[in-house]
């Protein structure tokens, strides 16, 4: 393996060994605390301009497939592991993980203490950090690293995006056959699901449980859409996950408020969570490390629950939005908001997955409530 230089923006500054991709990379750095799926972890395209920081140890093996890509490619700028495996042992194995980094231009970094590092960031927030095969001074990359644009300063939408409209008609994973089901089913509703960077287990959740999905890119003209809902052609929006700042999605934002001037239904996951409360004029709040992992308790407040959630986000909605919007779900490590459904407006939201992949999947309900939602079965979620 090659050497790998690291430099953070607090100053830290260390060295490592290259398992991915050759080249110098800079992106926001982040932790994840989930055991298990990686790969589901890293091609996931929300994490567009970040580096992933794995706190479990061991990773790389069960090698990588095709079947558990959550994007069309991964978008990450690097991953951070402990100890990496580079011979896998799975049956469902096709190719080790660094060359699979490698095909993306993605940087693995391993070799390094990543118990310190979460507990720097930790300590200090999410930060922008710049790694190298390249440059192995840390004045040379401290000058990268402040020459570079910030996260927040760059539209990954664009990037992540589908570019053509497709009807998706996959469903859920079945653990017996390890192939994606078929629906078989009529369909109940068919919605429009914009992608900002959606996952395909979402696609496949809102499939199962009983919609015809087109999914659209986040450039739509918003006249398509609601030409559709008037038409009765579909019932309803879903709005994904996706990378980055929301408050820099200006286009994404305008589209979203002609949908809420229009009466139109929602169902917002992650960034469309975050969209829908900016879209209503309460703008989003940066927390410090954010929420990566799949062991987060959230409390359904309409049943008493207490659900165990899988989480990606930097965002959270601000508290104020109890003034048009009352709160499902409350995040019980720190008392975030996890779940809104708006008053006068037939939209709902949540902050966490849902569907999980990889997580638990104690909340998957909520495709279901969205279908009763739209064919009118329910009133309110």
């Known amino acids: 393996m090659k050497p790998i230089s690291i430099y953070l923006e ?64 991964p978008f990450a700028k690097g991953i951070l592991v402990r100890n990496y495996n580079e011979k896998y042992s799975n049956f469902r194995g096709e190719e080790n993980l660094g060359e699979f980094l490698k095909k993306y231009g993605i940087l693995g970094i391993t070799d390094i203490d990543t118990r310190h590092i979460t507990k720097v960031l930790r300590r200090d927030g999410a930060m922008m950090m710049v790694a190298s095969t390249q440059f192995h001074e840390k004045e040379k990359l401290q000058e990268i690293l402040e020459n570079s644009p910030r996260i927040e300063e760059i539209n990954y939408i664009d990037e992540v995006s589908t570019k053509e409209r497709y009807i998706h008609n996959s469903g859920t994973f079945d653990i017996h056959t390890f192939q994606y089901r078929q629906p078989h089913h009529k369909p109940k509703a068919k919605i429009i699901a914009i992608d900002f960077g959606i996952k395909r287990n979402i696609l496949n959740e809102l499939t199962s449980a009983g919609l015809e999905v087109e999914v659209v890119p986040n450039s739509i003209d918003v006249e398509y859409i609601l030409e559709k809902y008037r038409d009765g052609e579909i019932k309803g929006v879903f709005l994904s996950n996706g990378p980055g700042d929301p408050l820099i999605l200006k286009k994404e934002r305008e589209t979203i408020s002609k949908l809420v001037d229009a009466g139109v239904p929602m169902f917002g996951i992650c960034l469309g969570h975050q969209l829908l409360s900016i879209a209503n004029g309460y703008e989003t709040e940066k927390l410090k490390f954010g929420h990566h992992g799949g062991n987060h308790p959230v409390q359904n407040l309409k049943t008493g629950a207490v659900e165990i959630t899988s989480q990606n986000h930097n965002y959270s909605v601000p508290e104020s939005i109890v003034e048009v919007a009352d709160i499902t779900h409350k995040n019980l490590f720190d008392g975030t908001i996890e779940g809104l459904i708006y008053r006068d407006k037939p939209i709902f939201s949540v902050q966490h997955h849902p569907e999980a992949s990889p997580g638990p999947r104690e909340s998957s309900y909520i495709f279901n409530e969205f279908v009763k939602y739209i064919t009118k079965e329910i009133e309110r979620c």
Request: charged fraction near 15%; avoid cysteine.
């Open 10 to 73: 607090n100053g830290l500054f260390f060295q490592g060994s290259s398992f991915g991709a050759d080249g110098t990379s800079v992106g926001e750095i982040v932790f994840n605390t989930s055991i298990t799926g990686y790969q589901e972890i890293i091609s996931d395209p929300s994490y567009a301009g970040q580096f992933i920081t794995f706190t479990f140890p061991e990773i790389g093996n069960v090698g990588v497939n095709s079947q558990d890509m959550e994007g069309r490619r």
